[in-house]
């Protein structure tokens, strides 16, 4: 279990990044969420402050990988 946090400014693209507490890219103006098993459920608490929400791909790397390869396994069918 981890505690996540939420940046209070957009990203580039619109959304609002999901960080894992010791995150090197750790915005100073962040939302603390809580303390969660997974990414997945603090982006859904996040989800709740603002709407179009994804994680920092530096600090939920296993997420990120998992999917990436559920989806290149996808493809192939």
């Known amino acids: 279990m981890s ?3 939420v940046n209070n400014n957009r990203q580039y693209d619109g959304a609002y990044e999901v960080h894992k507490e ?3 890219f750790m915005p100073m103006s962040r ?3 809580g303390y ?3 990414v997945e459920d603090a982006v859904k608490e996040a989800r709740r402050y603002h ?3 994804r994680t920092c791909i530096y600090c939920s790397t296993e997420y990120h990988q998992a999917l990436y ?3 290149r396994h996808s493809k192939r069918s």
Do not use: A, S
Request: with cysteine; hydrophobic share 30%; charged share 5%.
């Open 3 to 5: 505690f996540y946090y």
């Open 69 to 71: 390869t559920f989806h």
């Open 51 to 53: 709407g179009h929400c």
């Open 22 to 24: 010791g995150c090197c």
């Open 36 to 38: 969660f098993d997974n």
């Open 31 to 33: 939302t603390f969420l």
